[in-house]
């Protein structure tokens, strides 16, 4: 198996390419110093010049070394029976594939917006939902999404030294200002994670409104999460537990596959449970929605109180006209209204406590925390096995007291984080239940300003929509057996909307 | 079918329950945070761990303590004395495992050669540390401090032959070749001088003197050994990659050899630790130790850690052929002797080795100081 080669040395042909080598090596640094001094007076040229000839230096003494010394490379180590696989080089996308991403998604906002406001059309907002899924769902494999840029930001805005594309950051505003604008048609129709919850809404069942509300506030907690790990390079959770992205890339985690099923599924009983739930961007939208310019109205005219829109909408976010509040009912919600807001404060210091308990779990999900627990355990010798994260740090010139060291300074910033995150809860909470204690007057049937998704399904069930269309000459045949105008189904308190 | 539609309502709060317990573990029990080996990329080493008993022909017969923390190098010197290179002193050792000296280095030496009998000065001993060469003589007084002339010099072998002294130099790649004064005489693999080149990825690169005026030298990123006259001219080269047995395996290997009287090369390998036997000419001849042999466990195979990844088993060779192996693990040097020569022939028991009298020393030992007097070291009490 050994072999015994004769002296290259003495081969011309090794001699030859010897001597190109030996050229390149004595002669091309004095061109390039002669280059660099000559244009020393301008900035500018000194850079050309250290270009070309860091060009020229590298292509004559890479030729020449690769020619002179073959054998010398690296040889390809026997390491089993797997065949080594051929390097390739990526191809270079430029800027191209980013700008069109932001250019398709301004389009697809811009039609959602016309689709929902101005043409109403149901029909095209579908398939505009099915258009984003494929596109920004399976083809575009569910990056970049405006919910995971969220996490950019965050750390973009509490870690200067992360750069974060510009294309991130269009995908993270243009939703932004759109729904100021228009409301929630990101959600409607352009979002591939609604999209794909949208198109197996089927069989929506209504979520008693007290759990409807309960578990709104999750979305904002998991935000308050996911800016604090992200800000912290804890992680990027939103990403990490995306439930379709295992589905737009036909493949991953069985854990989330499981979880992404288990959303599908609730999906088809309970509409879009991970926009309403869970969504952090979804709670930032919820929130500037309430004060955006224009949104959706339900009737294209004066609404006849049927109800068929809030029987229709499978998201619960379509409420009825208000009903005469009784002098008590009105002292009731008055207290309520005090109690709110006297227990805001304390919601807010209770959860800030609580949170500053949780320091240690938190600070577990911090790689740093993870890579010191985990070198703890070696060192105990417990480990049963490395993880590539403790092999590099072996790797590394770092101690393992300056590692245990690093995870104690980083435990103790968690119980700040974790006490913000409280508070954050806490406020979250006090802000709720403020908000469910003030009385609104509604004399007709209105979608939530923050719940509405925009997806348009309450069109296709308005009779005054179905008249306007001209599908029907009279609102009455579009109303079930035993419903209608006005009915008992409603008490208005100063009649119908105005003509 | 009706009591389907009577119980809608049930069902559909059953799928929900079960939905939701169901995502609720699969949150829970996922970490995809969590920092996790790669398994998909992880090695195989139950191949390369077990050699074939067949091809090992030593046997360790005896092993003692170098009283150092950190053991760096062995060589072997006139009468078949030990020499061996830590912290920052030599230890000197009769074959039995006595210590004769210690003698105190400037620096932290990573490398050691001792002159033989055919040196211009017999006994001399050679220490590298840093960028420097420090001379004993020896009787272990200092002779001299020669210094590297490059600043980023990270010196892994000396090689002593009869007129010259060669440094092998991991930093620079290269080989220094001086003459007994100090005086720099050349280089071997100096890429601004043209012609050949190491390939040296790590710190181990590791040069001896062969028995017929050669300088064998490991070219360890290549896996493999090359010949040269003392001018630095190419005369051989061999040793293929591979994880078979009579190849090199890993990323930079032979880490360390020692060249045997009759002109044959032991290897010694990292990573997958493993000690053969070559002919002068790169032909396999057997194995010393394999990784059970040298206390390495199959799951310490690709550990990173310092304990292992670090472990580069020195070896040297006495007049006998005997193999002497640096343990740094174990603090302790190691002797392997050929089966046939030590039981007569490969298959025969070996003998007792107590009842001959050998007896490895104790870890606790004390250190016997020692000083040389008319070519002799001579034991002392502890001062």
Redesign the interface.
Known sequence: MSSRTLPSRTSNANNRRSNVAAFARRWIPGVYHALASVATSKLWITGVCHALASVATLTWVGDAMAAETPELMFPVPEFSDHPIPTATVPEVQGQIAPLLDVAILFAALCLASYFTLVSRSRRNVLLLTIASLLWFGFWRQGCVCPIGATQNVALAVFDPTYVVPLTVVAFFILPLVFTLFFGRTFCASVCPLGAMQELIAVRSVAVPRWLDHSLGLVAYIYLGAAVIFAATRTGFIICRYDPFIAFFRLGGNADMLIFGSCILLIGVFVGRPYCRYLCPYGAILRVLSCFSKWRLSIPPGTCINCQLCEDACPYGAIHPPTVAQTPAARRRGKRQFGFALLAAPFLVAGFWWLGTTLAVPLAQWHPESRLAEQVRLEELGVAETTTDASDAFRGSPRSVDDLYQSALTRRNDFVTLGGLLGAWTGLVIGFKLIYLSVRRRREDYQADRAGCVSCGRCYWYCPVEKVRLGLISDVSEALPDGRTPGGPLVQLTVGGKKP | MELLVHYR?TL?TA??AV??G??S???V??D???????RSFT??FSRVYDVDPALIQYEQTREFSVSMAQPRGISVGPEDQIYVAGDQTVGVYRPDGTTLAMIPTEGRPSCLAVGNDQHVAPGHIYVGSGNRIEVFDDDGSRVATWNVPTDDAILASIAVADESVFVADAGNRLVWRFDPSGELLGTIGN??A??????V?STTFDIAIGPGRQLHVA?P???RIETYTFDG????????????I??F???CNPSQFAVLPEGEIVTSEKGVPRIKV??E????RSVVAGPRQLGIAQSELG????HQ?GVVFDVAADSQGRVWVLDPRRKSVRVFVRLDEHTGGIGFQPVNLESTGWKPIPLSAPLAHASRRHGSWEEQPDA
């Open positions: 309502g559909i799928v929900l939905a939701v169901l995502a573990y699969a949150v029990s996922s995809p945070l969590a920092g996790h080996r790669d090695m195989d890429a601004e043209g012609g050949r080149t190491f390939n990825p070219n990123g290549a896996l001219a190419l005369q051989a080269r061999w040793g293929n990659p591979g994880v078979a009579e190849n395996f890993g990323c070559y002919s000419y790169g032909e396999f550990d990173p850690r310092p990844a």
